[in-house]
């Protein structure tokens, strides 16, 4: 593939991101699992890491691995910095799932029901 | 030496957090490791104060010596300058007593090792974050100051309603997070820069559909952070669920470390302050956060429950001033901001001490404990004559400010709005008053109940840090002009002027390199309105007077409605009592106090009560609703 095919095609990781941010959204808001709640966490992760990676994609670039002999003004590679932050981003939405899932363990024990309209002993 | 003070005030405290682990069964290591972390964090901001306060230096710290090359900057860099001072101050002054309140406040409760764990690694993502000079690092903090505030929350998991408050915290936080996260990763496309300051310079000006597309999401963001109106039930709930000791810190520190976020945004990152409809929505946020924040907490039985509505009501007023875009509407700002701090702290303490000796914090159940608790009970007036804006104490002298500014910024733009916002604040601290009255009736005055008679006072480690609290609150009351002098506006002055922030992070002269043109200094002159000017306190009384008129008059219209006779089930208190024996014994709890009022406008109070409906996804809708509703109106007006 020509180099602006490759950068056509990158809409695609755009588009498939917002996609996955508004299905995660939109499952936080009107599930009233609270599992389904947690799903949609996830969801909304997984788009915002792939709409950070695909920010570091330069079409036509070689991966950001070289040894200081190897650079010169002319290399072209992909932007490290966004995989760099991916990987941040992974980590800490793991641990948002790891938190969020041993609440529900705890929620569902304490309540025995995983339905949100009945978790609502604090109101008003 | 000195430059390398902000990372050492953050490393202590997680290096504290992890060394408590290993300290075991053994109780007393513990508190010295957790007491010397917080200590040695507070003394290496103490020791920033003179050259930033006094001296105007700013300092940047590149991580591994990364600093920016050939005008780009790809380290990771903390920066002090006023502000972030400002808000680092009252972070560990927050957190040191917090911290020494919470040694015999938790001390019945098991695996503490892991409390004081995760209560480190709070101070230590809000210090990460005032001091950040990285918009993706200011993002790592909020997760961890997240995580560590929501697994505190759920701390006492055996009490009711923490799981459920810690379970709700989290959504609505991940909700916020992934909005700071997807502002920053949007910035970083269109610019290739992570750096505040760099970013600060590129964007001056340059407002596409994408950066303000980025704004609206970081503003979001940093707003669920501060728990401003429709993020707020959260908050009410964590803080009533937490141990006081924690919900001193959610309250005071993160609210705080949400206003930062927001001034950092939108006076340093855009600059876009100068637009007219911006200072409207973000002051008819603080409105709003105000009004009903207070509203709510007059109905409430619970004691911390009805101190976290407050905490909301008085996050409003800071939101208020910060958004007016005058150096008076940001002196207020700041000055209650840390006026918040010390007397929010201060009353979380006291409600901390109350559970400590009587186990409740149910309104209806306590009740004559200044008998049995003296001192709590002098120390929760001051604080609640603080809170309350009341003259000789700090909670007046800031809203004094506020009331001042909004008033001013009504004449300077002849806009009569801003006026309404002078008077809906009055009101909200009359309400405020009101409210603490009720509180003050049904927890230390009225009748003792039986079950309360061997009540002692808490133990002296509890009291220094709420007499410390109670000093600092009559102190900033007192000697306002030294606040002013050393903390404020240095402070002030860094928030209208970003040349020197942005002059040490990336060198001298940058911003005229880049953008071709220097960074406008604006003044932060401004004349104070006397304090004991006799004319202005007329006006004042003469405005409360008029509030407490409009709202006796509505009640006495509205009360003809109620007859003796009333079907309805209505509880008997309503009804219009004659003489005789009542059949039926009717009590008027020690929460509700104000039950006229709350009948009059019971529309209201219901509408409200029913809104805050407990269920996670009518809040999670909310905040979808005000983050689409921000798009479409910053996309207009921009």
Known sequence: ?????????????????????????????????????????????????????????????????????????????????????????????????????SLVIKIKQEYGTLDAGQIRRLRG | MIQHFPILAIMVLFLGAFLTVLCGKNKVLRNIVVFAAMLASSVFIAFLIKPIMIDGEVITYWLGNWSPVADYAIGICLVVDQLNLFFAILVSVAVLLAGVFSFKYMSRDDTLEKYFTLFLMLSGGVMGLVLSGDLFNMFIMVEILTFAAVALTAFRNRSEGALEAAFK?????????????????????QFHTLNLAQLSV???????????????????????????????????DAN??????????????????????????VYFLFRSMNLAP???????????????????????????????????????????????ATALGVTGGLYHAINHTLFKGLLFLCAGAVFYATGTTNLDKLGGLAKRMPQTAALFLIGAFSISGLPPFNGFVSKWLIYQATYE??????????????????????????????????????????????VRETPVPMRIPMWIMAALCVGAGLLPQYMMRYLINPAVYAVMNVGNYIGSVMGPGYAEKIAGQTVEAYSSEFALAGYWSPISWLALFAIIICAFFIVSLSGGKLSKKIHSDSPSGLDPKYDTFFSGEANEHSQVGGSDLFWGFKHNLRHYFDFMHNAHSGVISDYALWAFCFLSFMIVYLFIIV
Do not use: W
């Not at chain 1, 593939?1 to 990158?10: A, C, D, H």
């Not at chain 1, 498939?16 to 996830?42: C, E, Q, R």
């Not at chain 2, 946020?285 to 619970?302: N, P, R, Y």
């Open chain 1, 1 to 101: 593939m020509s180099t602006s095919e490759v950068n056509g095609l990158i809409i695609v990781n755009y588009i498939g991101s917002v996609f996955l941010i508004a299905i995660g959204f939109y499952t936080m808001m009107a599930k009233k699992n609270i599992m389904k709640i947690v799903i949609g966490m996830g969801i909304v992760d997984y788009g915002i890491n792939l709409l950070i990676v695909s920010v570091g994609f330069n079409p036509g670039g070689t991966a950001p691995i070289f040894t200081i002999n190897e650079l010169d003004p002319g290399t072209f590679f992909v932007d490290p910095v966004p995989q760099a932050l991916t990987l941040t981003s992974i980590v800490i939405g793991a641990c948002v799932t790891a938190l969020a899932l």
């Open chain 2, 169 to 189: 915290y989290l959504v609505i936080g991940v909700i916020g997070s992934s909005c700071i996260l997807i502002g920053t990763t949007i910035l970083y496309s």
């Open chain 2, 202 to 236: 590129l964007l001056h000006n340059n407002l596409q559909p994408a950066t303000i597309l980025a704004f609206t999401l970081l503003l979001t963001g940093f707003a669920v952070k501060a728990f401003v109106v429709p993020f707020h039930p959260v908050e009410a």
């Open chain 2, 240 to 265: 009533a669920a937490a141990p006081s000791s924690v919900s001193v810190i959610i309250s005071c520190v993160l609210t705080k470390a949400g206003i930062y976020g927001i001034i950092r945004i």
């Open chain 2, 278 to 324: 911006l200072q409207f929505i973000l002051v008819l946020i603080g409105t709003l956060s105000m009004f009903i924040g207070v509203t709510m907490a007059l109905a409430q039985k619970d004691f911390k429950r009805l101190l976290a509505f407050h905490s909301i009501s008085q996050v409003g007023y800071v939101m208020t001033a910060i958004g007016l």
């Open chain 2, 409 to 454: 910024k009504a004449v300077e733009f002849g806009n009569i709005g801003y006026a309404f916002v002078t008077i809906i604040a009055l009101v909200v601290s009359v309400m405020t008053l009101a409210s603490f009255i009720k509180v003050s009736q049904s927890v230390f005055f009225g009748q003792l109940p039986d079950e309360f008679k061997e």
